[in-house]
């Protein structure tokens, strides 16, 4: 896969030593710019490939569905949609309303008062926790407190019609991994009734992200290998793609030098905040683009 190429940190510094007196480069806007935009579209597609298991030939960028694939989403809202009621206050509950209230006002998982937040998330009990460790534990707790009445709920079991039908739609054929007999999932676990195989549904799912796969295109007959298509995206693959759609889209729309130079802005102050996110679209080490941000921003 031909991937496109990281901007160079001298041109960004270019660009803003120009700006700084006044002069929009239109050349200079130009190129950046739509070299940070095939970079972002770049970064949008390979995460299109994990959130729809279609991966594109890397000749003719035909989209090809993989057999396996390890990603329909168990995450939230995804398949635990049900609502349910709080034994405690009996309101009507979703479980990622749990989740988001705490977010929104951390509350202490042991006393269940709010927290304060300054570098850490501090609790009146002695509790603290990082910001990413409680975040880590509102996604991963099967108790939080009841937005209402912050009595401890516990998570709603996944619903199993909602399961079945996701399976039948993204893998219509569940294979049993031991003799390839029809398996199914239900209860949390993959089961065969032909050869008795049973596992955990998650760490099936883990084993199988593990997994080569040779994939074919259906329309240049281009054959290539899942694995080896996945390290080529080493440099592209994050959990947050969004600045890099949100560039795409923008771009697109801008006519003047002056709107061009606004979305390079605003995306160079969105990587500005957020460290490893930076080097994907700069062709630099993380320090030394927070660096050249925190020069350009002052
Ligand atoms: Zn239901
Ligand atoms: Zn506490
Ligand atoms: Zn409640
Ligand atoms: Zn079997
Ligand atoms: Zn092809």
Not at 44 to 53: K, L, N
Not at 247 to 271: E, G, S
Request: glycine share 6%; charged share 25%; net charge positive.
């Amino acid at each position: 896969m031909n991937w496109a190429p990281r901007v160079k940190p001298i041109q960004i510094r270019r660009l803003y030593r120009y700006a700084r007196i006044g002069i929009y480069d239109d050349m200079l806007i130009h190129d950046i710019g739509w070299e940070l935009f095939a970079r972002c579209s770049d970064i949008a597609t390979v995460a299109d490939v994990y959130r729809e298991g279609r991966v594109p030939c890397p000749l003719c960028h035909t989209k090809i569905t993989r057999k396996i694939d390890p990603l329909f989403s168990s995450g939230e809202g995804g398949t635990r949609e049900d609502w349910f009621h709080c034994p405690h206050c009996t309101k009507r509950l979703l479980w990622r309303d749990c989740r988001q209230k705490l977010r929104e006002v951390p509350r202490c998982f042991s006393c269940y008062d709010i927290l304060k937040i300054t570098d850490n998330l501090l609790c009146s009990c002695g509790k603290s926790w990082t910001q990413q460790a409680y975040n880590q534990s509102v996604r991963t707790r099967v108790r939080l407190p009841c937005p209402h009445c912050h009595n401890l709920v516990r998570r709603p079991p996944a619903p199993e019609h909602a399961w079945r039908i996701k399976v039948r739609q993204t893998n219509p054929e569940l294979k049993c991994p031991k003799c390839q007999a029809t398996a199914v999932h239900v209860s949390g676990n993959i089961q065969c009734s032909t050869c008795g195989y049973k596992r955990r549904w998650r760490d099936y799912r883990k084993s199988l992200k593990k997994k080569d796969e040779k994939l074919e295109c259906t329309s240049c007959g281009h054959t290539f290998r899942w694995q080896a298509w996945r390290r080529s995206t080493g440099s592209l693959r994050t959990g947050n793609p969004k600045p890099a759609r949100e560039f795409v889209k923008n771009w697109l729309r801008c006519y003047t030098p002056q709107q061009r130079m606004i979305q390079i802005d605003t995306l160079l102050q969105t990587l500005h905040g957020r460290g490893p996110l930076a080097p994907l679209f700069i062709d630099s080490g993380e320090k030394s683009i927070r660096q050249m941000l925190d020069d350009l921003a002052s």
